[in-house]
């Protein structure tokens, strides 16, 4: 399955070239790149406002990548919000829940968020009078669930991640659904990280929100979505305006057009939509029971692997339960950028820093961050292997 996959992402026909920074953006499938070029060649027109063949074919195109977007969250289309990517569609999320927030209310974040899922209700909080609580995580980075008392009749939001961007550990979010619902709250999760390890339920999961960024699930940059319950939608305001989300204007008021529409002010990232579909698509096709196999084979692989060189500590999960293929380490003695340089010129691509979840890193006591090794189905051992000689290498450059 691996061979195949690779075969078709142009990029890693490079030879010595070993890709292992997929967390923060996945490489593309040639199909994708050609459903977004063959969109521009015969279909480049803003949708809803002509009636002309270019505006018609567009609007056919962003429909059916709604459609798609739907199919492989086992949703509805019209459950299907378009953004410019995950922080978009989380600050969305955030913005429009905020309205109805305030003294006396409580959100309910977890330590092991990227900031694009804490940021908006700090601020947020700042604003309305709201306040945070914090569930905290254990020494292995996975959520402590242990005491959920602060979801309770006070908590209005509870909003965490679905599988961590730098431990690579899921999160229970069946769990977490049925604390919130018990309490009254309304459940975000962001799911920019599980997205694209294969096919999600929202609505089974129990989430009420959930986010996710196409560039990580083998798509083009600039597009999100935001799925959200219908009768959860319907209840939301929109927190951004401009033209296609208005139904009727007078001097009476203003009257917004149903979701997902009046989420979508102004021209929508048609094209890139379209792209985000074929990547779907593509991955609604693939045996995810094998690919998940493979994925967990590669993970075991890196981890016994860092188990043998001293002075390296993984951060998270050291076992293969309830994961996703995202593993970090630190060396002792060694900065996480400077062994991301090293392992750069070997050619081997990781990530290292702070990874954009600074209140992990304090919780692990990680001042300087940690290097991000993050896989996705086109990996393959040889990626693994060139990581684990290089660290080796890095080491002793650095040592």
Same mark, same amino acid.
């Not at 979508?264 to 995810?288: C, S, Y």
């Not at 990781?350 to 990680?366: E, I, K, P």
């Given at each position: 399955?691996?061979?195949?996959i ?5 990029v ?6 070993h890709?292992l ?6 490489q593309?499938?040639?199909?994708v790149?050609e459903a977004?070029?063959?969109h521009?060649?015969?279909? +480049? *027109?803003?949708i809803r406002r ?10 056919a195109?962003?429909?059916?990548a709604?459609q798609?977007?739907?199919?492989f969250?086992?949703a509805?289309?019209?459950e299907?919000?378009?953004t410019?990517?995950c922080t978009?569609?989380l600050?969305?999320a955030a ?5 109805g927030?305030?003294p006396?209310?409580r959100v309910?974040?977890s330590a092991?968020e990227h900031h694009?899922?804490?940021?908006p209700?700090?601020m947020l909080?700042?604003r309305?009078?709201?306040?945070v ?8 980075g996975?959520?402590?669930l242990a005491?959920?008392s ?6 209005k939001?509870?909003?965490v991640?679905?599988?961590s961007?730098?431990?690579?550990a899921v ?9 919130a619902?018990g ?6 999760v ?13 609505r089974?999961?129990?989430?009420d929100?959930y986010a996710f ?6 798509g083009p940059?600039?597009?999100?979505v935001?799925?959200?319950?219908? $009768? ?5 305001p929109p927190v951004?305006?401009?033209?296609g ?8 008021g203003?009257e917004f057009? $149903?979701?997902?529409? +009046? ?11 379209v792209?985000l579909?074929?990547a ?8 995810w029971?094998?690919?998940?196999? $493979?994925e967990? $084979?590669?993970? *075991?692989r890196?981890?016994?692997?860092l ?8 951060v ?15 060396v002792a ?15 081997v691509a ?5 990874h ?6 304090t919780?692990?006591g ?5 290097v991000?090794?993050?896989?996705a189905p086109?990996n393959?051992r040889s990626?693994i292997?060139?990581l684990?000689?290089g660290?080796a290498?890095?080491?002793q450059?650095?040592?």
């Amino acid at each position: 399955m691996t061979q195949s996959i690779r075969s078709i992402i142009p990029v890693l026909a490079r030879a010595g070239f070993h890709y292992l920074d997929n967390a923060a953006m996945a490489q593309t499938p040639g199909l994708v790149v050609e459903a977004v070029a063959s969109h521009d060649r015969t279909a +480049r *027109a803003n949708i809803r406002r002509g009636v002309h063949e270019m505006a018609r074919r567009a609007d056919a195109a962003y429909d059916a990548a709604r459609q798609s977007v739907a199919a492989f969250l086992s949703a509805q289309a019209d459950e299907v919000v378009f953004t410019g990517g995950c922080t978009l569609a989380l600050n969305l999320a955030a913005a429009a829940l905020a309205e109805g927030l305030g003294p006396g209310d409580r959100v309910v974040v977890s330590a092991a968020e990227h900031h694009s899922n804490l940021l908006p209700w700090l601020m947020l909080a700042k604003r309305k009078g709201f306040a945070v609580a914090v569930l905290p995580v254990g020494p292995d980075g996975r959520l402590d669930l242990a005491d959920l008392s602060m979801i309770d009749g006070r908590c209005k939001v509870v909003a965490v991640t679905h599988a961590s961007n730098v431990t690579g550990a899921v999160s229970d979010i069946p769990r977490l659904a049925e604390a919130a619902h018990g309490a009254g709250a309304v459940l975000v999760v962001d799911g920019a990280q599980m997205v694209p390890h294969g096919p999600v339920d929202p609505r089974a999961l129990g989430a009420d929100l959930y986010a996710f960024a196409g560039h990580k699930a083998y798509g083009p940059t600039g597009v999100g979505v935001l799925w959200g319950r219908k $009768e959860i939608l319907a209840d939301l305001p929109p927190v951004t305006w401009g033209g296609g989300m208005v139904a009727a204007l007078d001097d009476d008021g203003i009257e917004f057009l $149903e979701a997902p529409h +009046r989420f979508e002010a102004g021209t929508p990232p048609v094209a890139q939509a379209v792209g985000l579909a074929a990547a779907l698509d593509w991955m609604g096709r693939l045996d995810w029971a094998e690919i998940r196999a $493979e994925e967990m $084979e590669l993970t *075991a692989r890196l981890l016994a692997g860092l188990a043998e060189i001293p002075g390296v500590r993984v951060v998270g999960p050291t076992d293969l339960a309830a994961r996703v293929p995202v593993v970090s380490f630190t060396v002792a003695g060694c900065h996480p950028h400077d062994l991301s340089h090293v392992l750069a010129e070997r050619g081997v691509a990781v990530r290292g820093g702070a990874h954009c979840a600074r209140r992990l890193m304090t919780a692990l006591g990680l001042d300087e961050g940690c290097v991000r090794a993050s896989l996705a189905p086109y990996n393959d051992r040889s990626d693994i292997d060139a990581l684990l000689a290089g660290l080796a290498e890095a080491i002793q450059v650095l040592g």
